[in-house]
């Protein structure tokens, strides 16, 4: 008994040692994930995709990403299934529960997952909606793609510790990076075969999606960071991510960047984590960049708030019965939602069809994407689609709450990023070009379970025997 014992233990053993090494692969592969925005600035352009009869293109960006994805699917087949083999073996049903438990928030994925591919089957054309069609290209294979990076990150955040931080500061300096390069372009007047508005991912509001989330993070590394020299680095990084925010001239990313610097404070506050010193030189940094870049012009982010308010009136008026016509609100989008949701209607439970738009979509052949990640999720697989995604979401979020005291400041930086880009979906649905780095750090800021000691802590520590004593002789006076 003892032999077999030991000879299981020497298994398991062996198995995690494997299975740690090839979490460094994994880590390796997400790395090449984040650095795709040094990708895109070397080449730009476009391939065919001559497997589907050259029914769409792809930007040279999705092809790196799907490389990336190949890599990522073998490594993590072998990851869980090694981490499968070592839970099973032990043949003990708390092992398996433990296991299960461990990663129950993974299971909305698993069904929406599954609900895609019985959408992909109420397509009307099913080979787009697998490849994929147009510039977006979020065919099946594309969403499978995202599961992957997810997954991956997923699986790297507790096994590597280092790998939240390094992939934390890999993408703000890398941002930063592109940032300096965009602006350096500018001034030499370099042509990348681009302009520095429409950006390094194909297009301005893709472009500005990313820089919501760049900005986000830097600012959240800069509140929290101890080290001068790393406050002094930040706010050289965020007063470059800043302006390129405002000549990106996307009011979206806007509002998500200052939605993301309220969830800093409010995090910051919550978990007694930020320092308020160093909120000061964020807010500073960031103001000089608005104010030096509204004075000399170069930002038309002013302008862009006032047609804001302009819009909301319109709206008002036409809702009270006036003469104005609100489908030019927000430059058009007003009107692409409104006909996104018609045809989410015709199509309630399985959609139309994923990346069926311009004349591809035979509900509005006229219909552009809906710029919105939300009802476009929802107009592509139909309403339980976005609803189990909703509740990953809210799932998420929740559970941050509820642990926020085991939360890292490295911990609140990621979400802070993720959480700029869901409030970016709402004016856009960018995919391929900068989803991947919402879902690493999304994956990367879920929370573990908290061990059963951990949650139970203070029922312990009122039942030890000193406690019931006290609490015994306290009962006796009040008898008394």
Not at 160 to 178: D, E, N, Y
Not at 269 to 274: G, P, R, V
Not at 294 to 313: A, N, P, R, T
Not at 359 to 378: Q, S
């Amino acid at each position: 008994m003892e032999t077999s014992l030991k000879n299981l233990n020497n298994r398991k053993q062996i198995l995690n040692d494997i299975t740690k090494y090839i979490s460094y692969v994994l880590f390796a592969g997400v790395i090449l994930v984040v650095l795709q925005g040094f990708f895109s600035l070397a080449l730009l352009g476009t391939v065919r995709n001559t497997t589907s009869n050259n029914s769409h293109f792809m930007h040279y960006t999705q092809f790196y990403l799907k490389f990336c994805a190949m890599l990522l699917t073998v490594v993590l087949l072998m990851y869980y299934g090694i981490k499968t083999y070592i839970v099973f073996d032990e043949k003990r049903y708390s092992a398996i529960g433990k296991f299960i438990k461990s990663n129950i928030m993974l299971l909305p994925l698993g069904l929406m997952l599954i609900w895609a591919f019985i959408s992909l089957f109420h397509s009307p054309d099913f080979e787009k909606s697998l490849y994929g069609s147009g510039y977006i290209n979020e065919g099946f294979f594309t969403v499978l793609e995202y599961a992957v990076v997810f997954l991956s990150a997923y699986a790297i955040r507790q096994e590597l510790k280092i790998s939240k931080m390094v992939i934390l500061w890999t993408f703000v300096i890398m941002a930063g990076l592109i940032c300096f390069i965009m602006w350096g372009a500018l001034v030499v007047d370099y042509n990348f075969g681009t302009t520095k508005k429409t950006g390094v991912f194909n297009n301005s509001n893709h472009y500005g999606y990313f820089l919501a989330m760049s900005t986000t993070a830097t600012f959240a590394l800069l509140v929290y960071s101890k080290k001068d020299w790393q406050v002094a680095l930040l706010a050289v990084l965020l007063a470059l991510n800043v302006h390129n925010l405002l000549y990106c001239n996307t009011l979206g990313a806007n509002f998500a960047f200052i939605g993301g610097i309220i969830f800093i404070i409010c995090s910051g506050a919550m978990t007694k984590k930020i320092r308020w010193m160093n909120l000061i030189i964020a807010f500073f940094v960031t103001g000089l960049v608005v104010f030096i870049d509204e004075v000399v012009g170069i930002s038309k982010m002013w302008k862009q708030y006032v047609s804001f308010f302009e819009d909301l009136g319109i709206l008002a008026d036409s809702a009270t019965g006036g003469s104005s016509d609100p489908n030019l609100v927000g430059t058009g989008r007003y009107s692409l939602w409104k006909r996104t949701i018609a045809v989410i209607k015709q199509v309630p439970w399985f959609g139309k069809g994923m990346d069926l738009y311009y004349a591809n979509n035979i509900y509005d052949k006229r219909l552009d994407v809906p710029h919105n990640e939300y009802l476009a999720m929802a107009s592509n697989i139909g309403i339980p689609g976005l609803v189990l995604y909703l509740v990953m979401i809210i799932w998420w979020f929740a559970k941050a709450v509820y642990q926020k005291d085991n939360m890292s400041i490295i911990d609140l930086s990621i979400m802070a990023g993720a959480f700029a880009y869901l409030i970016s979906a709402f004016t856009g649905n960018s995919f391929t070009y900068t989803y991947p780095y919402f879902l690493v750090f999304y994956a990367m800021s879920m929370q573990p379970t908290i061990p059963k000691e951990k949650r139970y802590k203070k029922l312990q520590t009122e039942n030890t025997p000193d406690a019931i004593e006290n609490r015994t002789a306290l009962e006796n006076i009040k008898s008394e």
